[in-house]
């Protein structure tokens, strides 16, 4: 998915362009937060290939299982930190409520910034569970789960 020589962030403009608040199908009272993220090939005058652009869905918890996995299988790397999943300021009135506007935004913005060290990484970022993640919407976990780097430390 990505040339010799280049990290994904070389070749995707990456964000997280939006949020959407869903209902849990177990429970209607129960939501939760899914994010947008947009990867746009950049142009360069070097890309000969018609790269597509793409839009996926992703839960904070898709993001700590991502996480644990590169933490697990690259144990000789400083793998980025996510927010937490519940942010408490002095500032933040909602603290308690994950769900609100400025929690929601304010995880949006650092949730996008875990992607762009994650994706400048000349490792981290040639992972196929990463570019999975971030260019298709199935197929990411499976990767995480064939791989069975979990397991071996106990995340799940």
């Known amino acids: 998915m990505t040339e010799k020589n280049s990290?994904?962030?070389?070749?995707?403009?990456i964000q997280i362009s939006n949020t959407e608040r869903r209902n849990s199908s177990i429970a209607i009272q129960d939501c939760y937060i899914v994010y947008l993220i947009e990867c746009r090939p950049k142009k360069t005058e070097s890309s000969t290939k018609d790269i597509q652009s793409t839009c996926?869905?992703?839960r904070y918890s898709d993001?700590?299982?991502?996480?644990?996995?590169?933490?697990a299988k690259?144990?000789?790397?400083?793998?980025?930190?996510?927010?937490?999943?519940?942010?408490?300021?002095?500032w933040s009135k909602s603290h308690h409520d994950r769900t609100s506007v400025e929690v929601v935004e304010r995880r949006r913005v650092l949730l996008e910034r875990f992607l762009h060290h994650l994706c400048s990484h000349p490792t981290l970022s040639t992972d196929s569970a990463v570019q999975t993640f971030l260019l298709q919407n199935?197929?990411?976990k499976h990767i995480v789960d064939t791989s069975h780097v979990l397991n071996k430390v106990n995340y799940k």
């Open 7 to 13: 990290t994904l962030f070389h070749q995707y403009d």
């Open 56 to 58: 996926v869905f992703r």
């Open 63 to 71: 993001f700590e299982t991502l996480r644990n996995y590169l933490v």
């Open 74 to 90: 690259y144990s000789w790397v400083i793998v980025p930190v996510l927010p937490e999943k519940t942010i408490s300021h002095t």
């Open 138 to 140: 199935d197929g990411w």
